[in-house]
């Protein structure tokens, strides 16, 4: 698969009647397994890979984010968007110039989000995150290839959870010319049919939130073309990583290999 093949299928399932999930790895391994178990499509994770460096989501550089990327590309056949988090930089050209790299080391999408990083002002105001997503648009189209931009409003996991702000601001994005709207943390299914009601281009919703995660089903009559899974396959893998550690420091027993994977299942997923 060549990265125009590659790049072509992304954008094919977007235009395709049915939803489908976006599966987000978080390193080579976990790419080969999610890849053998049928997902169409791959993403990074923001949270995911600072964690596997050890710090916390936000605390990673735009050189470490792509090579951790890169990784995941070389690792699988399937599509890789990344999430490239603010583009590492507060000026529209500094998510231009990550949008280009990105291009560079073979993935066919990425986020562009208006999170600023400073606690005093949480997001970007509309017009400089416009001036954003319209760069990191121009940059994506200078590629020679369709690689799918989108566009995510952290209204709901920054301090406002203004509905109506969310809908102004993807509405704005879709005007620079974004592929994919995405808003993370919606409330409810009622937010995310006013979300998908409100725009034309495909959405994204993202699941992972305890309570604030809605089946497929649900999700796409609702209008939902794809829906990511932010940290949560990585939570999941450290959930069973600290329940087995757990016992064997409390307890030391080893209950936890009853249902752990054999070396030889797991080494047909690494080599198939």
């Known amino acids: 698969m060549t990265q125009q093949d590659r790049a072509r299928v992304f954008r094919a ?3 395709a009647p049915e939803a489908f999930i976006i599966a987000n790895a978080w390193d080579a391994g976990s790419a080969k397994l999610l890849t053998a178990l049928g997902f169409k499509a791959l993403a990074t994770s923001s949270g995911a890979q600072a964690g596997i460096l050890g710090r916390v989501d936000g605390k990673v550089n735009r050189e470490e984010a792509l090579a951790h990327a890169k990784a995941i590309v070389e690792a699988t056949d399937l599509p890789v968007s ?3 988090e603010k583009g590492f930089g507060d000026a529209p050209e ?5 949008i280009a790299l990105a291009g560079g080391i073979g993935l066919v999408g990425g986020s562009i989000e208006d ?5 005093s002002r949480p997001l970007y105001d509309i017009p400089h995150a416009v001036e954003r997503i319209a760069a990191s648009v121009e940059a994506a189209r200078s590629l020679g290839f369709p690689f799918v931009l989108t566009a995510r409003t952290e209204n709901f996991l920054r301090g406002n959870p203004n509905l109506d702000d969310t809908i102004r601001r993807l509405a704005a994005f879709e005007a620079a010319g974004a592929d994919v709207l995405m808003a993370p943390g919606l409330p409810d299914l009622d937010a995310v049919r ?3 009601a409100a725009v034309r281009k495909p959405v994204n919703f993202m699941a992972g939130i305890k309570g604030k995660s809605f089946t497929v089903a649900e999700l796409a009559a609702a209008g939902v073309k794809r829906i990511s899974l932010a940290t949560s396959l990585y939570r999941a893998a450290m959930t069973g990583l600290l329940a087995a550690a757990s016992e064997v420091r409390d307890h030391g027993t080893f209950g936890y290999l ?3 994977i054999p070396t030889p299942d797991w080494n047909r997923f690494m080599t198939g």
Request: hydrophobic share 40%.
């Open 94 to 98: 500094d998510a231009a110039r990550t």
């Open 115 to 119: 999170a600023s990083g400073d606690a």
């Open 258 to 260: 009853d249902g752990t």
């Open 82 to 84: 990344a999430d490239l």
């Open 194 to 196: 006013a979300v998908c």
């Open 13 to 15: 399932l977007h235009d």
